[in-house]
């Protein structure tokens, strides 16, 4: 088991190891040595249900469109809503 300050560290090397790569192409390379095709598509549905909350679509609306469970998208909505990785994402792109 690892520790805390060791976790952290393998945290770091991962976000430095996305935040590397330069093209969408090496992005997915990337993801798909690290993640399996279900983990893929699981953050997708995410990030496209945490987009289409930012564009105001209805809970219920972005269920129908993207399949995630209410239970995943009350996480993403709170996220959207207080966190920073979607709204600079986002902010990005309005």
């Known amino acids: ?6 976790n952290a560290k393998m945290e770091k090397e991962l976000f430095e190891a996305v935040a590397k790569t330069d093209t969408e192409q090496k ?14 598509e699981q ?6 249900a945490a987009k289409l909350l ?12 993207t399949g995630i469970s209410s239970a995943t998208l009350s996480r993403v909505s709170r996220c959207v809503q207080s ?3 979607y709204s ?7």
Not at 43 to 48: G, K
């Open 27 to 40: 992005v997915k390379d990337l993801f798909a040595d690290l993640c399996t095709p279900k983990e893929i």
């Open 43 to 48: 953050m997708a549905q995410r990030l496209r």
């Open 54 to 65: 930012y564009e105001g679509m209805t809970y219920n609306e972005v269920i129908e469109a």
């Open 88 to 94: 600079a994402l986002f902010a990005k792109n309005k």
């Open 83 to 85: 966190g920073k990785g």
């Open 1 to 6: 088991m690892t520790d805390i300050a060791e």
